[in-house]
């Protein structure tokens, strides 16, 4: 592996990478300068010059060489529903595979955080082949950290509200059973303070308990719970819409008013359109009222559910076993229900010699005339400090990397400076409607990249992320074949898998171990198709 040009950069805000092509950076905002350790350097130097400008703290310690937390922008937190129909041997769904997911999956290493500040950005160059398509990446990713760690970060009061799904079908496979078990570990882990309210919706709503502060209700609540018992269709628009109510109907953005929201199917009661639902939650995401999806089943619209919680500055969980139901409550409970930051904005000017190609790792990305913008509603701290999973082996809470892949124009120089983009970073912290601001324009020197058969990588953390795309676009792209194609769909992996064990030889990383099991799994499936 050979190195090219390091570039550190520093800003508040989510983890976002960034796949472009170039590798030094300078920037400014709304305070004074921050010069990263070692020292500056000119473009295409190990240690390129680079300045921030932020200010701002969270309530949470600071690390000192300890652990500390990656930065979670919302949307799918896992794949669980692809894992699942390939432990059913089944070929999966198209939906069930999305980037945000994908990659809360993985850990996502990132150099320590030591600008100082709330949140530190890095930026880090990848020039690497293509093992799904053939021919080059030119990659920058720009990952997001925070000195805090997540385990310290003190929790504000909490207006909490659960919509469970009580309908027939949630008598199926013991989903209510599993959902009882979550909705018993979250009332313990309430605080005394905290206000909770429970919904059940079936073909009708009700509401069962609250909004009243949990308290000394803890008994009175767990017996509610385990009095629910299925029936009916599912009305996912009418208990959805009684949530957001309730949690408007008491506090404001300082007590952290969220709505878990708990459903196995489709909706088949009131208003079915899955639009008007969007549209609908999207006017009370407006009044900051976080949403969090958790999808139990296989019959679950799990597009609906991730598009809902994305804009919802929540998360969308696929809970496929007990265990995973116990670990999505306490990591919700733990480190989702307190955001750091508030209406993010991030906005990408494009320059002559690069061009937005694609986007992963969001479905808030909106293109614009020379560039586009991504906005994003709270942002967490995850949970996941390590490539270790959690003591269940779940491997959720990851963190999340926001991709956009860009295509180099005629204008791109060969050599000298080459001008890649301009960012501009937008959010403000909850409580306070000062607006922080950075800016950063993206730059290096271009040089020679050579043919290393492994690629050129800034940091061994962009090469790990790198691999994990590319596993993800070959996934993605044998599932889209898959239900009609299975022969081609095995094709395609077959072909990539050697150059995925090759490309991780030698890591001693568990999410990249696993993700071999998860390959070879799907490769044997396709071959047993007709």
Request: overall charge negative; proline content about 6%; aromatic content about 8%.
């Amino acid at each position: 592996m050979k190195k090219l040009a390091s570039m550190s950069v520093w800003v508040f805000g989510t983890a976002f990478g960034l796949l472009a092509g170039c590798g030094s950076s300078s920037y400014s905002g709304s305070s004074g300068p921050y010069s990263p350790p070692g020292g500056g350097g000119p473009a295409g130097s190990n240690n390129p010059s680079s300045t921030m400008s932020g200010n701002g703290g969270a309530s949470g310690a600071p690390v000192n060489g300890g652990s500390f937390g990656n930065v979670a922008t919302g949307g799918g937190q896992d794949f669980g529903a692809f894992r699942r129909a390939l432990n059913e041997r089944r070929i999966p769904s198209p939906n069930s595979l999305d980037a945000a997911g994908f990659f809360a999956e993985h850990y996502t290493s990132l150099p320590i955080p030591t600008c100082g500040q709330t949140f530190c950005l890095h930026g880090m160059l990848s020039v690497s082949p293509d093992m799904v398509h053939g021919g080059q990446w030119t990659l920058l990713q720009l990952g997001m950290n925070s000195p805090i760690d997540p385990a310290t970060v003190a929790k504000p009061p909490l207006d909490l509200v659960v919509v469970l799904d009580r309908s027939g079908s949630m008598a199926d496979a013991g989903k209510m059973d599993y959902a009882k078990q979550g909705l018993h570990l979250l009332i313990e882990q309430l605080g005394e303070d905290d206000t909770f309210t429970l919904i059940a919706f079936d073909t009708d709503v009700q509401s069962l308990f609250g909004p009243t502060r949990i308290g000394a209700n803890r008994t009175a609540v767990g017996a509610i719970v385990d009095g629910i018992r299925p029936q009916g269709g599912t009305n996912i628009y009418g208990g959805l819409e009684a949530g957001y109510k309730a949690a408007l109907s008491v506090g404001d953005e300082t007590q952290q008013r969220r709505v878990i929201f708990l459903t196995d199917g489709l909706p088949t009661a009131g208003n079915t359109n899955p639009e008007q639902i969007k549209t609908m939650s999207a006017g009370y995401n407006d009044k900051y009222i976080g949403l969090t999806t958790i999808g139990l089943g296989s019959d679950v619209d799990a597009g609906l559910l991730r598009s809902l919680s994305e804009q919802g500055g929540g998360n969308f969980y696929f809970a496929e076993k007990p265990a995973a139901v116990q670990e999505v409550f306490s990591t919700e409970l733990a480190f989702f229900v307190a955001p750091i930051a508030y209406d993010l904005e991030l906005s990408i000017d494009e320059l002559p010699s690069y061009k937005i190609k694609q986007v992963y790792g969001t479905n808030l990305w909106r293109a614009g005339v020379g560039g586009g913008q991504v906005r994003i509603p709270s942002v967490f701290l995850v949970s996941r400090t390590s490539t270790m999973p959690d003591a269940s082996g779940g491997r959720r809470g990851g963190g999340s990397a926001i991709m956009a892949e860009l295509a180099p124009t005629p204008a791109h120089p060969t050599t000298g400076h080459c001008d890649v983009a301009n960012l501009h970073l937008r959010y403000r912290q909850p409580g306070s409607a000062t607006v922080q601001t950075q800016d950063a324009a993206i730059a290096y020197e271009v040089g020679d990249a050579g043919s290393a058969a492994d690629g050129f990588y800034d940091t061994r953390d962009v090469e790990k992320n790198t691999i994990i795309l590319g596993l993800f676009v070959a996934l993605r792209d044998a599932t889209a074949r898959a239900a009609t194609d299975p022969s081609g769909a095995r094709a395609l992996l077959t072909a990539f898998q050697p150059k995925f064990k090759a490309r991780i030889a030698g890591w001693a990383d568990d999410d990249l171990i696993d993700d071999i099991v998860i390959l070879q799994q799907y490769i044997d499936l396709l071959g047993a198709q007709p």
